[in-house]
């Protein structure tokens, strides 16, 4: 590590009474060695003359500035080639997809074999179920979390359907111990344990979406494997905000969106991943199309289904060039700031945010997320519902409400800074006193 990126470490994740003022704030965000990435995006607009306090990239990141000239290039490259962009463009569109593997892989931390960007994020999920959700009449259950995204409690009720099964009785779902927020981790291996040799499937969202809770992958995972079971992750709320290392945890299958932290865009093409050890095993079935078909034999057009060796098996059609030239840019950036440091800030950010709010609001204000989490807060406000959103928009500041009560806010540590966490807090007393 050279000097230059050393400063953060520095500064402290817990913070004293004298670190909470503006000033504080800022000499923080000056010694930030990530400091320089935020002028890099762009923000919403002022409004009634205030700045933007943009706090929700867990809903849809800020678009970086290189964004645009990325897609422009192959826009400009699909006018001066036609058809011919597939070969001739500066970066060919037949092997587009490929050129954002490497950072696809370090950012999840896997193989480059293991991953693949690709359709959204539920269309994925149910690829990746058609895979590795494949009841028996002793071993069906699929275990998810009580406050699972609503569109993974459809995609795996209506697998379980699909295969014949009633959900009521395969859909099971972890619940908080009584007088918790969210559910500890001895529960979910208790529940994979009790579920036994009846458990088919296990599938967390890692961070959960509504309380900003992150599992250790790894003892999940590990439990599953014990009981005979599968074990996949929804990292909608992972990729890009936690670190992650999906091979050495030995997940068996990941998916995730790139439209949220990963800042691709509205609609931006999303992730999966499988691990090496299932790529090859023909005992797992995978719908297919012609994009995952060896490449050499792609254009003979035979009828015959020869695999791609890589998750890129599970390729369907060619993908959207645009939403992958948006996702290059962004991760690009991400490359350059590494997960390790993002992650770094993303604590101190997170955790400022934290004593920010205590000290302004102590139990009027109940926070979800346990300290297990990557850079979003999930909190209720005591006595209040969701007309405060309209305070929040008054003041130009962006946070987002989910039914039926949770707030969720989000320093994210490429274009947040000390500063803006100051300033929420603070305009949070204005509307909230
Ligand atoms: C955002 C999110 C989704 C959204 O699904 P799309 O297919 O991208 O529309 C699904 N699941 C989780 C956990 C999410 O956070």
Redesign the pocket.
């Known amino acids: 590590m050279n000097t230059k990126t050393s400063s953060l470490i520095n500064t402290p994740v817990t913070f004293s009474a004298q670190t909470k003022s503006r000033q504080a704030a800022r000499a923080f965000d000056a010694a930030d060695e990530l400091r320089e990435f935020r002028a890099r995006f762009n923000f919403p607009e002022e409004k009634n003359g205030l700045k933007p306090l943009y706090f929700a990239g867990h809903s849809l990141g800020l678009m970086p500035k290189r964004t645009e000239d990325y897609v422009r290039e192959e826009l400009a490259e699909w006018g001066r080639y036609g058809v011919e962009g597939h070969f001739h463009a500066k970066h060919p569109w037949l092997p587009y997809h490929e050129f954002v593997t490497p950072a696809l892989a370090r950012l999840v931390g896997a193989k480059p074999n293991e991953v693949v960007a690709m359709n959204?994020?539920?269309?994925n999920l149910h690829l990746m179920l058609v895979s590795f959700y494949r009841p028996t009449k002793k071993r069906y259950k699929i275990l998810i979390e009580n406050n699972?995204?609503p569109?993974?409690k459809y995609a795996v009720d209506s697998q379980a359907r699909f295969h014949g099964f009633d959900p009521r009785e395969t859909v099971v779902e972890l619940k908080p111990r009584k007088g918790q927020l969210t559910v500890d981790k001895e529960s979910v291996l208790e529940q994979i344990k009790k579920h036994g040799s009846s458990l088919a499937l296990v599938l967390l969202?890692n961070c959960n979406?509504l309380s900003g809770q992150n599992f250790v992958m790894a003892d999940v995972v590990k439990a599953a494997h014990d009981v005979g079971a599968l074990c996949g992750f929804?990292l909608?709320?992972g990729a890009g905000n936690i670190q992650l290392n999906l091979h050495g945890d030995r997940a068996d299958f990941a998916v995730w969106?790139s439209y949220?932290y990963l800042n691709s865009g509205p609609g931006g093409i999303?992730g999966a991943f499988v691990h090496e050890e299932h790529i090859h095993s023909k005992k797992i079935p995978r719908f297919e199309g012609w994009w995952g078909h060896d490449k050499a034999s792609r254009f003979k057009m035979g009828p015959r289904f020869k695999a791609i060796s890589t998750a890129e098996a599970w390729q369907l059609s060619n993908p959207p060039i645009l939403q992958l030239a948006a996702l290059r840019a962004s991760l690009e950036i991400f490359d350059e700031a590494t997960m390790a440091r993002l992650h770094r800030k993303s604590r101190a950010l997170t955790n400022y945010l934290q004593d920010l709010l205590r000290d302004a609001f102590a139990d009027r204000l109940q926070i979800v997320t346990p300290h297990e989490r990557g850079s979003m807060l999930c909190v209720r406000l005591r006595g209040r519902d969701k007309s405060v959103m309209n305070d929040f928009a008054g003041r130009n500041i962006f946070v987002d409400f989910r039914e039926p009560d949770i707030f969720r806010l989000t320093p994210a540590p490429l274009y947040n800074s000390f500063e803006d966490v100051y300033m929420l807090v603070e305009s949070m007393k204005a509307i909230l006193e």
């Open positions: 959204t994020l539920t269309v699972t995204f569109s993974d969202g979406y929804n909608a709320h969106c949220k999303a």
